[in-house]
């Protein structure tokens, strides 16, 4: 076990893509503070985000204009600009959404 210096300013739990962003985050609005982060694993992303399609979520199933809705767009948006600030390759490939019974077509004129 490591030893944590006890006066950092902020403990973040997790080096997951939440812990990761939350850490970025924070440290580009206040590079003063002292932030730990601490991962119970060898490696960053071991769980759930290192196991992910890749896909950037773009919020395409919820109500246009929701809440939900609005932070996927902003999410995007800012992975997208991070991927290019860092030169991180990625590709916008776009999404073909079908109908796959006639009861699913309102659900696929709504989107």
Same mark, same amino acid.
Request: aromatic share 4%; charged share 20%; hydrophobic share 40%.
């Given at each position: 076990?490591t030893? =944590?210096?006890?006066?950092?300013?902020?403990? =973040?739990? @997790?080096?997951?893509?939440?812990?990761?962003?939350?850490?970025?985050? =924070?440290?580009q609005?206040?590079?003063?503070l002292?932030?730990v982060?601490?991962?119970?694993?060898?490696?960053?992303?071991?769980?759930?985000?290192?196991?992910?399609? @890749?896909?950037?979520?773009? @919020?395409?199933?919820?109500?246009p204009?929701?809440?939900?809705?609005?932070?996927? =767009?902003?999410?995007?948006?800012?992975?997208?600009?991070f991927?290019?600030?860092?030169?991180?390759?990625?590709?916008?490939?776009?999404?073909?959404?079908?109908?796959?019974?006639?009861?699913?077509?309102?659900?696929?004129e709504?989107l």
């Amino acid at each position: 076990m490591t030893h =944590i210096d006890k006066s950092c300013d902020i403990l =973040i739990v @997790g080096g997951g893509i939440v812990g990761l962003a939350t850490a970025l985050r =924070i440290l580009q609005s206040r590079p003063d503070l002292r932030l730990v982060l601490l991962e119970k694993e060898s490696t960053l992303a071991k769980h759930q985000t290192g196991n992910n399609s @890749g896909v950037i979520h773009s @919020g395409l199933y919820y109500r246009p204009g929701s809440l939900k809705a609005l932070n996927c =767009i902003a999410g995007y948006r800012q992975l997208l600009t991070f991927c290019q600030d860092e030169e991180i390759p990625h590709e916008i490939c776009g999404k073909v959404v079908v109908a796959t019974s006639e009861k699913e077509l309102p659900q696929l004129e709504m989107l």
